[in-house]
């Protein structure tokens, strides 16, 4: 059982890792590390010719000029990316160049390359420039965070902080980067979608998708214009199958109290409560399927009935 | 007797000039209102003081029920706008360490929440009320406070004190709502002081929660950067069911007003996309038995924290603890 895609779960511990977090671990705040969610491309050219890498997060410890450029894996590394990532070495400076990396000079920026995974990629051909971890939750003995042998942090202050314990394991913090596009992340978006829907229309009383992207999604617009764009086509999709279920009676009524009057709202509020559960599995069934080949749901909600 | 109540306030004045509860304004002052206003019980002018844009401080020499309607008719036809404080129970016992304590009152009212047979099964006490007054009113919560069976359930609302200061004294009655009533004194400069200081303790507070428990990304060049950690409620004993628990709090209904979609995330851990309903603030909820992780987002007003804790105090665990970052 789990809340999102290991990819989703894996940038939201990133980030926890780097934050004030009593019931979690705080270990690389403590130690100075900020994080940035990147998800955008970063050109790397050198006499052997262009490549470019997609970090996911990027960790960065601004007063030692050094930064955690990671990518979150699934169970398996493709090694022509790991021979791109390798490029990076040398290059640590286009971080800086590029806009990855602020608040450092680019000449004083060194650079550890990471793949994370909840699986073990120890057994991959993976070179030991790259450090690996490996996040190992067990829903009885907890969490345990490895930065697996061969494959260490070249800082020593970030290697010395692992292995890291935390338990309980469950529930992972899961509310900074609440979804992404996978078919894992669907139940977080649809149900994540609902409340941005009827707290705008408490709030606002009118919404646009724009309007509900930017509270429903902390990072929505700060992404690579790719990931914005997959992720409006899917949240467009969602508000109007939300509509579509029988919600939109609701949301009128509740959007023509302007947030007064929880006399007036409450019937309602309580009247959509009761249905909670409907709505988000009737969004659910109505959604588009991942394709057996991707990890994300489709957004093309084309019938193959009329295609040609 | 003088009362007085500190109200939050995410408007402007002009704005509470066209709340439902007000009937007619004089301005004293551009910061210095009088406001009329009529409920089943009387009619009578309040006094507003708007000199902390957040924070405002309602005066009123009508008798309580008057007082006590009008604050909750101007708060309610407000919605998000206006709230009233909910002051958690430690900084209840830090007031009363202004001066000498002369009355306490602990209530706690699990069935108010509660059905009966969740309360047998995971409670002591349906619901607990004392209410006392006089000289030995801080030997008796501290007798309270030394009983094992019992501490756990000491959630100050109210606490009466006598502060003095430089000769000069001043008496009140201050509940964890943010109202006080003066009972006596030898200078209003010192009750005003009073409330000034109860206001900045709570003001304090809120910035800490929504300088760090924002949740958010802050525009970088490329990418975003994180911003902002969950708030921790942490129970003082292992919530037994929290499938049920969170039936009974996320339902739409007073007193918490959450609504939400509630789903199983983990073996015994849940997960909640909500909405509080008080002003429509999104949250979100992770539980597990032992505490919630309470996600505020950006646009978020830290009274949600505050009100989510102290209701959390007052009908289930008295002993709570909210941990956020230090100041």
Known sequence: MRELSWHTHQINLWIALSKFQPTFSTTLGEIGYECDVIEERLYLHDGDGNDIIHPDVVL???EDSHSLVVDCKSEEVDPDQLRRYLRLNENEDQLVIQGLVNDVESDNLTADTVLSSFSELSGEDVLDEFAIVHFDQDPYSGLAIWNLDGHEFEDKDVKEQFPINIK????????????DIYEADKEAMVSNIFSTVISLSMKEGELSIDDILDHSHPYWDKLGQGKRDELRDRVEIIYLEL???GLNEYLEKIAGTEGREWRRT???????QRETDYYVNEVLEELPQARLDHDAWSSESSDEDNEE | MLKTAIIESNISSEEFAENDAVEETIRISSDLWMVKTENTEDEGWLFVDFHDDRFWIIYSMGNSNFFNIAIDEILRSEGGGLDRLWIPAGQVEEIGKMGEYEGIKISFGADDVFPEEFIEDNLEFTDLNIDGSGQSSRHLFEILKSTDEIDDFLALSRIQIRREVDGEFVRERVTNEGTFTTRGGSDASLHIATV??????????LETIEDNHIIGAKEQDHGGRSQGSPIVIRFSKPVPDVEEFLSYVVNARDPFRLWGHTRQIGHESYKVDGVDAHNGDKIAIEMSSEWIRLYLYEGACGNTAL???TNIQQYYDPAAELVIADA
């Open chain 1, 60 to 62: 960065t410890e601004s």
């Open chain 2, 307 to 309: 009100r989510i804790f």
């Open chain 1, 168 to 179: 309980p394991s469950e529930p992972l913090p899961t509310g900074h980067y609440p979804f």
């Open chain 2, 196 to 205: 000034e200081r109860i206001k900045d303790q709570y003001s304090n507070l």
């Open chain 1, 243 to 245: 509509l579509n279920s």
């Open chain 1, 266 to 272: 409450s019937k309602t509020i309580q009247a959509v």
